[in-house]
């Protein structure tokens, strides 16, 4: 008789929930090739803190499920049957796991559709399906070839953009970091295959002049306004504001005003000085768990609203919220702020990311142009 002991186990993942997984020890070895492991997840999730009847039926029902499984294993192993660990992934479909994690990201809306997008090209290139032991370098390299030679679904006259193969590419690539970290796969093979590098895209901003004019325009609805003008004077992102709370908006003599929060996007904790003239666009101070910009909303009809400002106000310029913040950038560079700082401003992790902006503001190129002497035209 077998004398490893087999225990049902809970790992915290994204979205507060838990994956559960089988814990062997000692850990099971395979008799030919002597790989070992100790962990078999079993692509079964609970809520963290269920807060409903459903909910928490739910988490009976998954639990009931595991037990099973564990049960099956401990007759397994009994037996020195350990097939289904070093046999049966074969049988795990990649495809199947890749959607399972896409549907994960369902409340982040522009992450959902890439990996949504990445999902559909997949399935395209494999036919619909894909074991994942067969998962390999040259399949890696396979649909990143398919990626940089494919045209758009449903549009067989137009190619697959750039940065739309980059950003697949690397949907494709973290899904392949979890399914090795979930022991799906014995190696990550796209850590032997170079990604795909995203093409200069073309930041558009407001010049200070044209940030003036349009904090002195109308725009029908009050509330976008501020909050635009906001983040061009803090450089936060839409998903930073449409979240911000009063009790994340700080003081100290030290510091003055402040913002204390966790990005939506990186989840990084990102301290952020506020400037009167943005601290004015508050208005009055509401209760700690009140929305500082309440009733804010991204939608057509509110990207109407501001396409419409933006007009008003003579600028010919395709403006989106997000661009507020690539002024607050454009404007700090041009002002003489450092390039770590406005990465620290900025809340990026990586600094090649904030060098992006001195593409669009290049202040030598400007004072190089202006050498030339008159030529008294």
């Not at 409340?107 to 949504?116: A, I, K, L, T, V």
């Not at 009063?246 to 939506?264: A, P, T």
């Not at 501001?306 to 041009?334: E, M, P």
Request: hydrophobic share 35%; charged share 25%; aromatic share 10%.
């Amino acid at each position: 008789m077998s004398n490893i002991k087999v225990s049902l186990r809970e790992k915290s993942i994204k979205n507060g929930r838990k994956s559960l997984y089988l814990d062997f020890y000692p850990a099971l070895v395979h008799p030919i090739t002597q790989k070992s492991t100790r962990r078999e997840f079993l692509k079964l999730y609970l809520y963290g803190n269920p807060k409903n009847a459903e909910e928490r039926t739910h988490n009976r029902n998954i639990l009931h499920q595991a037990d099973t499984i564990r049960a099956k294993r401990v007759v397994a192993v009994e037996n020195n049957d350990y097939g289904f660990m070093f046999g049966d992934n074969g049988h795990t479909d990649f495809l199947v796991y890749f959607k399972e994690l896409a549907d994960t990201r369902k409340d982040n809306r522009n992450n959902y559709g890439n990996w949504h997008s990445t999902y559909l090209y997949l399935k395209v290139f494999t036919n619909g399906a894909m074991p994942i032991n067969r998962v390999d370098v040259k399949f890696v390299k396979g649909f990143k070839n398919f990626l940089m030679t494919t045209t758009v679904l449903n549009c067989a006259s137009k190619k697959l953009s750039q940065n739309s193969q980059y950003a697949y590419f690397n949907k494709f690539r973290a899904a392949l970091r979890e399914a090795f970290n979930d022991s799906l796969l014995s190696e990550n093979p796209a850590r032997k295959v170079k990604s795909i590098a995203a093409a200069d895209t073309q930041r558009e901003f407001l010049t200070f002049e044209e940030l003036k004019v349009l904090a002195h325009t109308d725009c029908e609805l009050p509330i976008l306004k501020r909050a635009a003008l906001f983040s061009a004077l803090t450089g936060l992102r839409w998903s930073d504001i449409e979240k911000l709370k009063w009790s994340d908006i700080q003081y100290s003599e030290h510091m003055n005003h402040y913002i204390r929060l966790v990005e939506k996007k990186t989840k990084n904790v990102h301290t952020l000085n506020i400037p009167n003239q943005a601290l004015e666009l508050l208005g009055e101070r509401g209760e700690p768990n009140q929305l500082v910009f309440e009733g804010l909303k991204y939608n057509a009809h509110n990207n109407l609203k501001l396409a419409r400002w933006v007009l008003n106000a003579g600028i010919t310029k395709k403006i989106t919220f997000h661009c507020f913040r690539h002024t607050f950038a454009t404007l700090q560079l041009s002002l003489g702020t450092n390039m770590p700082t406005i990465q620290k401003l900025l809340g990026h992790k990586d600094i090649r990311t904030t060098q992006l902006y001195a593409k669009v503001i290049d202040k030598s190129k400007r004072e190089a142009v202006e050498r030339i002497p008159d030529l008294g035209l």
